[in-house]
């Protein structure tokens, strides 16, 4: 038999061992959780982007802007307003990370020289350009332009159209004087006289002039003429761009559905981002293909729009029409929303 002070002891001893037991449990587990932060991986910092758009294509790039779709992707965009040459050019040269434009400057390219990739379109639109001229200068009628002194710019989608729309109205290139200039420079030509009229996309500069002539202007449009893509574009050869890739397009596919289940706050955003009216957005909404897909009539549209610039455009397209389908690249849009991907890249 065991003494009292065995007893004693070995009571003790078995009560020391549990505590210190539970001690070392304690111990074990505090610094288990204190090491669990430790081992998780702090989160990336937002990849810093620039996106170039030109005037009628940031419908879907503003939506995903202001309702943070980019940033939920862990994307910092700055979106940066130019016209479309500028913003494809800006992407070439490398001041933008991803340009939406529309064809004209695509096909001006030459691909062998900076490569670039085409990744979707975000927009269409079939009546987006026009032509303002002077009603006080006897302008009431397309063929009333003959002999009038008309401003474009060479090259882009305004040139086109008012090409496409002389000869709609049986008018010879050689009837009609096209002024070369600047876009920034049709307000004040216009207003000063030395031009009667100008064709372009219908930016701020269209509308401020619209509404400067009130009754004196006349706004000749003409639906299905000319149609535009809003085309989202990057060089393949720098690795920011394709890692920041997937998350744009995530962003702008997530921005086209907010515009088709909310179209009012879609609206809204746009309105306020773009600070236009109302009914200029309306407008916007009632003419324009809002969806972002790789489909493949884009490609009879560019090819179109070479053969024009090599006619017509006086700009120095490449010598011979690259194959545009070498230039797509469609797995990044099809791994998000394949169902809006109908061409087949070709190598």
């Not at 729309?165 to 004087?177: A, T």
Request: include cysteine; charge should be neutral; hydrophobic fraction near 40%.
């Amino acid at each position: 038999m065991h003494s009292h002070f065995e007893n004693r002891f070995f009571g003790a001893g078995c009560r020391r061992g549990v505590a210190v037991g539970l001690v070392l449990l304690l111990c074990i587990v505090g610094c288990k959780r204190g090491e669990e932060p430790a081992s998780q991986k702090p989160p990336a910092a937002p990849v810093a982007i620039t996106i170039c758009h030109g005037n009628i294509s940031d419908i879907l790039p503003r939506i995903a802007l202001e309702q943070g779709y980019f940033s939920e992707e862990g994307l910092t965009v700055t979106l940066k307003h130019l016209d479309g040459k500028q913003s494809f050019d800006g992407m070439l040269q490398g001041e933008c990370n991803f340009a939406v434009s529309a064809a004209s400057p695509i096909v001006l390219a030459d691909p062998q020289r900076t490569p670039f990739s085409i990744l979707a379109t975000v927009m269409s639109d079939d009546n987006s350009t026009r032509i303002i001229a002077r009603r006080d200068r006897g302008i009431a009628k397309p063929q009333d332009l003959k002999g009038k002194r008309i401003g474009v710019k060479k090259g882009v989608l305004g040139h086109l159209f008012f090409d496409l729309f002389l000869m709609k109205h049986g008018l010879g290139q050689n009837e009609v004087v096209q002024v070369f200039m600047e876009q920034d420079a049709f307000p004040a030509a216009l207003a000063s006289g030395e031009i009667d009229g100008f064709s372009m996309t219908t930016s701020k500069i269209f509308r401020d002039a619209t509404t400067s002539l009130g009754d004196k202007g006349v706004v000749f449009a003409e639906p299905g003429l000319c149609p535009v893509y809003g085309i989202l574009t990057t060089r393949p050869n720098i690795p920011l761009n394709l890692q920041s890739a997937p998350g744009v397009l995530r962003a702008l596919v997530r921005a086209e559905q907010y515009a088709k289940g909310d179209p009012a706050g879609a609206k809204g955003v746009v309105a306020k981002a773009a600070k236009i009216s109302a009914q200029e957005t309306e407008e916007i909404w009632d003419r324009a293909t809002i969806e972002v897909a790789l489909a493949n009539t884009l490609f009879i549209h560019l090819e179109d729009q070479y053969r024009w610039q090599m006619e017509r455009g006086g700009a120095s397209a490449s010598v011979s029409m690259p194959n545009y389908l070498t230039l797509v690249s469609p797995e990044y849009l099809r791994a998000i929303k394949p169902a809006s991907v109908s061409v087949i890249k070709q190598e």
